[in-house]
């Protein structure tokens, strides 16, 4: 590099840090808005389903909150970057094509991990002895089996994913991978407020980055995920009842099989390299003590004790 293009350098180099920022902060916004409607939707919907003599099912209600909190604000910030980006959009979501051998990992994984997860939230479990925020209800024929893998599992597969890896995970990735990583993965187990299953939620949300970075698609991270939400719906009603006697097998077997299918994703080779433009620990406390994502906190706070009636 020649003297002249130095300072064209440090000029291209301080705009592309200013874009990283502006981009950054909004998503931090981004994240507040969806943890605001959330909560709105949830009080909204209780309130018309009071009024009805026979409301819908329980999988409605998750499935309307789902699409209206984080479905509809994801709609419009993904307009947004369609109309500017044109179309880089997809790649700017990490929407990339995955290879079929590597969606078949990711379920794998998800289903696997799933064993991984309760463990990691079983010591959490047995000391405050509490149950989980929403209790599900038992699925009792095909089509409320149905209408539960759709509500509790494909659509927050989708949405949750597009919002923590699509845009939250790619916004951040540009600035540091690894801050990206630990970021969203802590956003993902915060805001699903339920203190038992932080670990859990956390370890989930690192496979799933991982998944994205390895395989360099967004879809193959919702697999993971959609896997991931259908053993735990299918696990307590349809699983275990039948492996009472060997349950300490199954989980020793899905947690040995999810470690070696681990390391095989890892050892994968990955073109993309991974991003340092700024350190860190810089983005991560720069982004939890910003005014956005403590509200988003705040709010998440309240609506877990409002859903315990406290």
């Known amino acids: 590099m020649n003297r002249c293009s130095i300072p064209r350098f440090k000029t291209m180099m301080t705009h592309k840090k200013n874009e990283f920022r502006r981009q950054i902060k909004g ?72 290879k079929p051998h590597l969606l078949l990992l990711a379920a794998a994984l998800g289903v696997c991990g799933q064993f991984v997860m309760i463990l990691l939230n079983l010591p959490m479990n047995l000391l405050f002895e509490q149950t989980a925020t929403v209790e ?74 991982v998944i994205m970075i390895k395989c360099d698609s967004l879809y193959a991270a919702m697999v993971y995920h959609g896997f991931s939400n259908l053993t735990v719906f299918l696990l307590s009603d349809f699983i275990l009842p039948n492996v009472t006697d060997k349950i300490w097998l199954l989980f020793g077997l899905a947690v040995l099989l999810f470690f070696l299918l681990f390391a095989l994703l890892l050892v994968k080779k990955n073109k993309a390299k991974a991003n340092k433009v700024f ?28 859903s315990k009636g406290i």
């Open 27 to 98: 998503v931090r916004w981004m994240i507040f808005w969806v943890v605001l409607a959330q909560f709105a939707a949830e009080v909204a919907v209780e309130a018309v389903f009071s009024f009805l003599k026979n409301p819908p099912h329980e999988y409605i209600r998750i499935a309307i909150v789902e699409v209206i909190a984080i479905g509809v604000p994801l709609i419009i910030y993904a307009r947004s970057v369609w109309n500017s980006h044109g179309k880089n959009a997809k790649k700017e979501f990490g929407m990339n094509r995955c």
């Open 136 to 209: 599900m209800p038992e699925p009792d024929d095909v089509g409320l089996l149905l209408l539960g893998i759709l509500a509790v599992v494909l659509i927050p597969a989708i949405l949750e994913e597009f919002w923590m890896r699509g845009v939250i995970f790619c916004a951040y990735n540009k600035s540091n991978t690894v801050a990206a990583v630990f970021f969203t993965s802590l956003m993902f187990a915060l805001l699903h407020m339920n203190v038992n299953d932080v670990l859990g939620f956390m370890f989930m949300g690192v496979v799933a980055s």
């Open 279 to 306: 350190k860190p620990g810089r983005v991560v406390v720069n982004s939890l003590f910003s005014l956005p994502v403590v509200l988003s906190v705040v709010v998440a706070f309240i609506k877990y004790f409002v």
